[in-house]
């Protein structure tokens, strides 16, 4: 009787792999997300078309966003380690 309500059980409900994902890091805000949507978007235009001038579009697109995430990862860093002392805020 068990096993046939685990077979029943497998067929109509099998267990699945779920990956649990970090939180996304604080300094990730709306702005950025979308440059990232952009990034992406752009990425699997300039694949698809393979111009150069999608390539340069992307690469640009890239940098940007790498450079948006590097300044609020640190600005953020740096307001948090000055947090007690109002002067070097």
């Known amino acids: ?51 150069q001038n999608d390539w340069s579009t992307f690469k640009k697109a890239r940098t940007y966003v790498n450079y948006s995430i590097k300044c609020a990862e640190y600005f953020r860093n740096k307001l948090n380690d000055d947090v007690g002392d109002q002067k070097t805020t």
Do not use: C
């Not at 009787?1 to 029943?8: P, S």
């Not at 409900?13 to 996304?24: E, F």
């Open 1 to 51: 009787m068990q096993k046939h309500l685990f077979y029943i059980l497998n067929k109509h409900a099998p267990k699945r792999v779920i990956k649990v994902r970090n939180k996304p890091a604080p300094w990730l805000n709306s702005e950025i997300k979308k440059e990232t949507f952009n990034r992406d978007s752009l990425k699997k235009k300039a694949i698809n078309s393979d111009s």
